[in-house]
């Protein structure tokens, strides 16, 4: 079956990175876009971007496109999204997601909490 | 960018009731528009897909509708472990820049 884990929690100060990772499993890591999505505590889901296992190609929102870097390893089929310059909103629940064209995002990792605190 | 607005924020039913929950769209969204439940503690759950599809093993009482920039969830006989939080979510472009609504929380 389809497995997204990722990293474990992390605890950063502002102006630091912080750098998830997503490993997959269950399925061909290069046949589906990986989705990044974030939920601050208490709030909505929000879209950080997406990477293009196949390829190597991003896209994000303007919000987060001087700050945030998505990679692969398709050796390990591993995904990866680093967040540098580390204010306090960006203490949230960063989730990667497998993205299809007809089902949208089915599959989840269970999450990673960044705290971000000085 | 294409907004998605969700109403009502919170919605309080009964058991064995019906929800009714919207989503509107700032512009056409062709169709893809999924339906998300996330209760706390984990990650989102895909409700529906495609406006009006479920997805793999979600119970026929959760029904999804609408088309151009409206859209419905509905939750028929409302059970214990429903009442959770539903977002819906567009994903009309490719490549996949995604939205997301701003919630409706479903309470007892």
């Known amino acids: 079956q389809v497995q997204l884990v990722q990293s474990g929690a992390e605890v950063k100060k502002p102006g630091a990175s912080v750098k998830v990772s997503c490993k997959a499993s269950g399925y061909t890591f290069t046949d589906y876009f990986l989705q990044w999505v974030r939920q601050a505590p208490g709030q909505g889901l929000e879209w950080m971007g997406w990477i293009n296992p196949k390829s190597g190609d991003t896209n994000s929102p303007q919000k987060f496109q001087n700050r945030v870097t998505m990679t692969r390893d398709t050796s390990i089929s591993t995904a990866y999204m680093e967040l540098r310059r580390l204010r306090s909103d960006d203490t949230a629940i960063y989730y990667c997601?497998?993205?299809?064209?007809?089902?949208?995002?089915?599959?989840w990792g269970q999450g990673t909490l960044v705290s971000v605190s000085s | 960018e294409i907004v998605l607005t969700q109403s009502p924020a919170t919605l309080s039913v009964s058991p064995g009731e019906t929800a009714t929950l919207s989503c509107r769209a700032s512009?056409?969204?062709?169709?893809?528009l999924a339906w998300y439940q996330q209760k706390p503690g984990q990650a989102p759950r895909l409700l529906i897909y495609?406006?009006?599809t479920r997805a793999t093993s979600i119970p026929p009482r959760f029904s999804g509708s609408g088309s151009g920039t409206e859209f419905t969830l509905t939750i028929s006989s409302l059970q214990a472990e429903d009442f959770a939080v539903y977002y819906c979510q567009q994903y009309s472009h490719w490549p996949p820049a995604l939205t997301f609504g701003g919630g409706t929380k479903v309470e007892i």
């Open positions: 512009q056409s969204v062709s169709g893809k």
């Open positions: 997601a497998r993205h299809d064209y007809y089902t949208s995002t089915t599959d």
């Open positions: 495609g406006a009006s």
